[in-house]
């Protein structure tokens, strides 16, 4: 049965007791507001390891001024019976109160990899993220943490943290979990009616029209990605933020499409901002 912890203190007690028995730890941090995207992490912890923990915190740093952070889908009970019914063990959900007290004043940042991509248009995001995640680090102290693809940048830039500040904790990140039509599992897709619902399938199309560009042998990255800016823009409504093809370490542009590569984007349809990418 799955047991809700909402300190820092109890979080800590109950990893501490594992590691004194020799238990892995495996993490799954998240928003809530769970789909099978974030069911197929806690499988995969759940596994690999003797204990999994699956943290729901919604995060204002992460949120710039005008986001959606009043009105992001919070569904605790819901969360709770679907962790319960992949084994999870600990459903960590502390308060803003308790991971950010009065005073608190620091934070963890990166130069190169939170300015592309979703950083040019989330001013900030990305701060809030490394901050929240190595602070649930430290907290729960994890063997390994389970991150999807969908957020490819994300973990890009977790790893690189990781690795610069010396944590000890495996980042992983898992294939992206798609519905039936393509469309990408994201708790932001609750902000989609149902005619947005249908146009967002535009996403999955483009990408798999460059998929199949480069697996005919077409190079070109503009070539490419010209190609899925026209199929997005023949979906009315729908708003380019970014189509960027790019080398999957560093996020710079590419000209050509060799090795491998990530061909990524972000689209606005209604009040639903969806990112979604493919690594070819």
């Known amino acids: 049965m799955t047991r809700t912890i909402e300190t820092i203190a109890g979080i800590r007690a109950f990893v501490s007791a594992c590691r004194q028995r020799g238990k892995t730890v495996g993490f799954v941090p998240t928003m809530g507001a769970f789909h099978e995207g974030h069911l197929s992490l806690m499988r995969e912890a759940r596994r690999r390891h003797d204990a999994v923990i699956v943290s729901i915190f919604v995060n204002p740093l992460q949120f710039s001024a005008g986001e959606d952070f009043d009105r992001y889908p919070r569904r605790i009970d819901q969360d709770i019976r679907m962790a319960n019914s992949e084994g999870v063990d600990i459903l960590f959900a502390p308060s803003v109160a308790e991971m950010y007290p009065k005073g608190f004043d620091s934070h963890v940042d990166q130069t190169d990899l939170p300015s592309k991509l ?119 409504g729908t708003r380019v933020e970014y189509v960027e093809i790019v080398n999957s370490d560093t996020l710079e542009p590419v000209k050509e499409i060799k090795g491998k590569t990530l061909i990524a984007l972000a689209v606005r349809i209604g009040k639903a901002r969806l990112i979604d990418n493919a690594l070819v």
């Open 118 to 236: 979703c950083g040019a248009f989330r001013p900030g995001h990305f701060r809030g993220v490394m901050t929240i995640v190595t602070k649930l680090f430290n907290i729960v102290k994890p063997h390994a943490a389970y991150f999807g693809q969908k957020d490819y940048q994300q973990y890009l830039i977790l790893r690189r943290s990781v690795t610069d500040l010396n944590l000890d904790v495996d980042v992983r990140v898992l294939p992206t979990v798609r519905e039936d039509d393509g469309l990408a599992m994201s708790s932001r897709n609750l902000y989609l009616g149902p005619k947005q619902r249908k146009d967002a399938t535009c996403l999955h199309r483009a990408l798999k029209r460059a998929e199949d560009l480069v697996a005919s042998g077409e190079s070109s990255a503009a070539k490419v990605a010209g190609e899925m800016k026209r199929l997005i823009h023949r979906v009315k």
